[in-house]
């Protein structure tokens, strides 16, 4: 028996992260108490940087690594790359302390009971919870790993890695404690079982194929005849899994309530984050493993993403807490996504790379912004606490709107560019029916964003209304990147698209 | 088409036979109330009351699950290289190796923590 090789320069960005996740576990069992946040912040900010600096080095590379069970090729590197680009600007959200009295947007214990002795002492101690830092980095290296995964069960680890950690981040918030344990409960007990479902998917898929490797399977499509049953039951169960963690209809119903739940820092990066990484795993799996066998999934995700933009955007308009209005549009844009999905081809494949960059950078911009208009009880996420806000603070109102436009697809801000690369790759693969749905939600959903924005500018100031908190310096540099960022990729995005368009190459 | 078909008539019964149940045990069955059936079913233990002040539970237990959780873990992958571990040869070595000393993580968090005082 010969001994496997691994490829440890490309695997190096995900080595560097799961490394720093476990230094970030050992930090906690041996650093002291007072120095702990510091350290654990600049651990996590070193290894994500040094991990983006090995994903850039790596540009270009097409590899199958660690024995045929992960890929590195474009759209592995992309992704990695973006998620890590918004998992820096997130832990500055994360560690972010000058917006709570004495603390972060965290409970200084997870364990401690809400309204308990045991949590007013350790709020009074000005404890802080610093295990975040760890769990956001094993869910960052789950993030990355998922869409290089190349093997079913790689797959479903990567999935686990990064949903475990976010199942505990989401019940961690500092304010409206219960609601928050409530989202986490909801999250892990839903997350938990749409994870079985996509194993119990894999289970078929593997009894068909007698493969996990995604390339095997590709080929038994065409070698195994009249075993289509198992194959299909294996797709569709392995679909919802997948649909579960983009939020797509039927399979949203976390999602507000979720959103709304965890604390807002942890919202932006899992809003961001995770869509970015199951896209990226299931673009993989549907079209490289299951590529031969389009025309049989091509009707299921049709009818997926004509009900998950339809919800998505006509269930938004009814909403009125920010959180809950932004989680029914991230909705809307994973069908967006989807249209281009159905069209499996390289085309499709750099659309949906572009389309979910700009989505995640503005997704991260416009939850940040939310973590800023305070009252007393906390974050106002009520709508109606927003009224006037243009006229209070008109730099904070203005961004939130750019954002809000960058969603609605107007043009010159990057979710323009993107909306019309997923349709034109729509068209391009025969699915204008799609299209005209997705344009029709865009219009619905273009109402609610614009409501706000007149909500925020046209209207009188509430009585008593919200105060707009000053951040750090780090926060408003991660704010401002984001906005700058949503402008520059709708006003020249042919350098990002360029690059989409090489990276969309699948290795087999 | 005729390949779903089997798969839509299971869906077809599945629905009627879950929603049949339903339907037919509230029509046909027999409504005598009292204190045993209207408690909640404890697999036939008594129901213990909810503890004063907001349902906390001692947390040991779930302490030594977790921990029997993390040693689980690690027998299932020692077993398997514990078998043919002359065949796997330096590399199944070194990658034990490193499992092991990446799964004594958790428990030396754990003990630090203070999660093995058993107070």
């Known amino acids: ?508 | 088409m005729s390949l779903y078909a089997p798969v839509i008539g299971l869906i077809i019964i599945a629905a009627l036979f879950a929603v049949g149940s339903v339907v037919v045990s509230t029509v046909v069955g027999p409504k005598r109330y009292n204190r045993a059936r209207l408690d909640s079913y404890e697999c036939g233990v008594e129901p213990t009351p909810q503890p004063v002040g907001g349902g906390r539970f001692p947390i040991k237990y779930y302490l030594t699950a977790m921990t029997f959780i993390i040693f689980d873990i690690e027998i299932i992958f020692l077993y398997p290289w514990a078998v043919r571990f002359d065949q796997l040869g330096v590399f199944g070595f070194l990658a034990m190796v490193t499992f092991i000393v990446l799964i004594s993580v958790p428990f030396v968090y754990e003990w630090r923590r203070g999660g093995l005082d058993w107070d």
Request: aromatic share 10%.
């Open chain 1, 1 to 508: 028996m010969t001994a496997p090789t691994l490829e440890y320069a490309e695997l190096a960005p995900l080595i560097t992260v799961f490394g720093a996740a476990v230094i970030g576990v050992l930090i906690e069992a041996f650093v002291p108490r007072r120095a702990r946040h510091t350290v654990q912040v600049v651990l996590a900010l070193l290894a994500l940087v040094a991990s983006l600096v090995q994903v850039i080095a790596l540009a270009g590379t097409e590899v199958v690594a660690a024995v045929g069970a992960v890929v590195i090729d474009g759209p592995a590197l992309f992704l990695q790359g973006t998620i890590l680009v918004l998992s820096i600007i997130s832990i500055a959200f994360f560690a972010e302390r000058k917006l709570e009295a004495g603390g972060d947007a965290f409970a200084p214990a997870a364990s401690s009971l809400p309204g308990s002795d045991e949590e007013r002492v350790l709020v009074r101690e000005r404890r802080l919870q610093t295990e975040i830092y760890p769990l956001m980095l094993f869910a960052v290296a789950g993030m990355m790993l998922f869409p290089a995964a190349n093997d079913l069960l790689i797959m479903f680890i990567a999935l686990e890695v990064l949903s475990l950690p976010l199942y505990l981040m989401c019940g961690m918030a500092r304010r409206r404690r219960l609601l928050s344990h409530e989202a986490a409960l909801k999250y892990f007990l839903l997350g938990a079982f749409s994870s079985a479902v996509f194993l119990f998917g894999s289970a078929f898929v593997y009894g068909f194929a007698g493969s996990l490797r995604f390339s095997e399977i590709s080929t038994a499509l065409t070698t195994e005849i009249g075993k289509e049953g198992l194959l299909l039951s294996g797709v569709g169960l392995m679909a919802v899994g997948l649909l579960f963690k983009v939020g797509a209809v039927p399979f949203h119903a976390w999602t507000p309530d979720v959103y709304q739940g965890a604390p807002t820092p942890v919202t932006a990066f899992m809003a961001a984050c995770t869509k970015l990484a199951a896209f990226g795993a299931m673009v993989r799996l549907f079209y490289v493993a299951f590529g031969g066998v389009r025309s049989d999934w091509q009707p299921m995700l049709w009818a997926v993403a004509i009900a998950t933009m339809v919800v998505g955007a006509v269930v938004a308009l009814t909403q009125t807490d920010i959180k809950r209005m932004l989680a029914y549009s991230s909705i809307a844009h994973a069908g967006f996504v989807l249209t281009a999905l159905v069209a499996a081809d390289q085309t499709a494949t750099a659309a949906i790379l572009f389309y979910l960059a700009t989505y995640g950078i503005a997704t991260l911009g416009a939850f940040a912004v939310v973590t800023l208009v305070r009252d007393s009880g906390g974050e106002a996420t009520h709508l109606s606490k927003w009224a006037g806000l243009g006229k209070r603070s008109p730099i904070v109102a203005g961004t939130f709107a750019l954002f809000l436009l960058a969603f609605a697809g107007i043009p010159m801000t990057s979710g323009f560019v993107g909306k019309l690369s997923v349709f034109a790759a729509a068209i391009d693969g025969g699915a204008t029916p799609l299209v005209i749905v997705g344009v029709l939600a865009s219009a619905v959903a273009a109402f609610f964003y614009v409501r706000v924005i007149v909500l925020m500018f046209f209207s009188a100031p509430a009585e008593e209304g919200p105060t707009v908190a000053v951040p750090s310096v780090w926060t408003t540099v991660g704010i401002s990147l984001g906005a700058a960022a949503t402008l520059l990729l709708g006003l020249v995005p042919g350098p990002l698209l360029d690059l989409a368009q090489q990276a969309a190459v699948f290795v087999r």
